[in-house]
């Protein structure tokens, strides 16, 4: 008995050894990400109250596409963070019918579209089973939308959340992993000179630069921001003002960026 328990614990100890590099040396599974091809699709004031400025007419998106899959639409150009991680600004295509719309006379069914061979009713059709209602019109809208931060390492996509960023007023200029934007406040009584660090707790810079007037303010609110490297400062454009310089103290990146081993988390990145 102790040589036959002997042998079967030395034939455990052998299969954990043997076990233990195939598991270990397993290959990770690759993720493709990719941005598509630029497409123009129809974009109005109208459709993005917010977002849009008086005139323009279309949007360029592009499909960013995981592992052969759809997953977001994106707008304008992606700014890369670090070696695996970038930033890419999100388009919304958002449902604009309402309950009462009708739809068009190509979306509505045939009659016959239910009948079985000849023209007869199909087996689980009563004799005077009428067609469905017709579905509502398909109405759809482009929006621009919050910026996300995509790991090519991982496939994963998520939110950037950035402090006191509109949609209508914020234009992002990319510096490392820095954030420069005019944002407004959540009361949207005031515009802020912000620059945010992806995935810090906190804005690097905050700075009230004016009041503002939801109803009736210039378009664009503020121009690009333009950055300096030596020494770090921030140049903001508001409009109708003069430029105001900011220095900005350097600091190490706060983004971590896992092996891919965990489940994503629900959101990710610069909150305030």
């Not at 109005?44 to 995981?66: F, H, N």
Request: hydrophobic share 45%; aromatic share 6%.
């Amino acid at each position: 008995m102790r040589v036959g328990g002997r042998v079967v614990f030395l034939a455990m100890v052998a299969g954990v050894l043997l076990a233990g590099p195939v598991a270990s040396g397993a290959p990770r599974k690759a993720h493709v990400v990719v941005l598509g091809a630029v497409r123009r699709v129809p974009y109005s004031k109208a459709g993005d109250p917010a977002g849009a400025l008086a005139g323009e007419s279309e949007l360029k998106v592009r499909a960013l596409v995981v592992d052969g899959a759809l997953k977001e639409w994106t707008t304008g150009d992606a700014h890369d963070v670090t070696d695996r991680s970038f930033a890419v600004r999100r388009a919304i295509r958002l449902n604009d019918a309402l309950p009462n719309d009708s739809s068009s006379p190509s979306d509505k069914p045939n009659p016959g579209d239910n009948a079985g061979a000849g023209g007869k009713p199909a087996p689980n059709e009563k004799p005077d089973a009428r067609p469905a209602p017709a579905p509502a019109a398909s109405r759809w809208v482009w929006q621009r939308g919050p910026w996300l931060l995509v790991d090519r390492t991982t496939g994963r996509v998520a939110a950037l959340k950035l402090p006191d960023y509109a949609s209508g007023v914020s234009q992002v200029s990319w510096f490392r992993d820095y954030a420069a934007y005019c944002g407004v406040t959540a009361r949207g009584k005031s515009l802020y000179a912000v620059v945010a660090q992806v995935a810090a707790s906190k804005p690097v810079l905050a700075k009230r630069l004016a009041a503002f007037d939801p109803e009736n303010h210039p378009e664009p609110v503020c121009g690009a921001a333009e950055w300096q490297r030596e020494p770090l400062r921030i140049t903001f454009h508001p409009a109708g003002k003069d430029a105001v310089s900011f220095d900005v103290v350097p600091g190490s990146a706060v983004l971590v960026e896992d092996a891919g081993d965990e489940p994503a988390p629900a959101a990710a990145a610069v909150a305030k």
